[in-house]
């Protein structure tokens, strides 16, 4: 039963990612992209996460994929813009996903050979210690640094996407931090004698 649940859910996941990157209308790719999280999250309550199935699901599918599809239905996106050069970038995509691919090739023949703890002594915690516990300890012990690599690579890609997705518009009034903090005494203040009884002439 728990095998015919993981494959499954597991096709569910695999053809709910292809469709986010297939599909033509945003809207449909982010419903695509909530629908590949939740199938994720069934696949740790599987394998005994049920800690990353709740945050999968809580944070990825509550406010992640919500924001995407808020984002996409709510701001006038010129997504026919955005495509444009896209086979620019698609040499690096694909060197990409070439070695992504490997990669998986790699994982599923070590695993095949060897099982699922393939080059790695299993991690066995005793029954006092919970599967949160299990895994805080982990993350930041002995794969501290790959984490901290993790977060450096958000914010890369984080600081790509406001790039490339910012616009300068003419008419909007734009704070010039630069012009200010190098501006002048001189530029700003102007000292007028006032006399009594009589305003200020420009």
């Known amino acids: 039963m728990l095998a015919i649940a993981f494959y499954i859910l597991a096709a569910v996941t695999v053809a709910s990612g292809a469709l986010v990157i297939t599909a033509r209308n945003p809207v449909h790719s982010v419903l695509f992209l909530i629908l590949a999280f939740f199938s994720a999250a069934g696949l740790f309550v599987l394998m005994g996460a049920e800690f990353l199935a709740m945050l999968l699901v809580v944070v990825y599918v509550g406010a992640v994929a919500v924001l995407f599809l808020f984002v996409v239905m709510m701001l006038d996106v010129d997504f026919t813009k955005l495509r444009q050069g896209f086979a620019n970038y698609l040499p690096i995509g694909m060197v990409v996903g070439i070695l992504l691919l490997i990669e998986l090739i790699m994982i599923s023949s070590a695993v095949a050979q060897r099982g699922a703890t393939a ?18 300890r982990v993350l930041y012990t002995d794969y501290v640094y790959l984490f901290q690599a993790a977060g450096l690579v958000l914010l ?13 518009r003419t008419y909007v009034k734009r704070q010039d931090i630069h012009t200010q903090v190098t501006r002048r ?5 102007a ?12």
Do not use: C, F, W
Request: aromatic content about 2%; charged content about 20%.
């Open 119 to 136: 080059g790695k002594s299993p991690l066995v915690y005793g029954p006092e210690m919970s599967n949160i516990e299990a895994i805080g």
């Open 185 to 189: 005494r001189k530029d700003a203040v």
């Open 191 to 202: 000292i007028v004698k006032v006399k009594t009884g009589e305003g200020i002439q420009e």
């Open 156 to 168: 890369v890609a984080m600081i790509g996407a406001i790039v490339l997705t910012l616009q300068h």
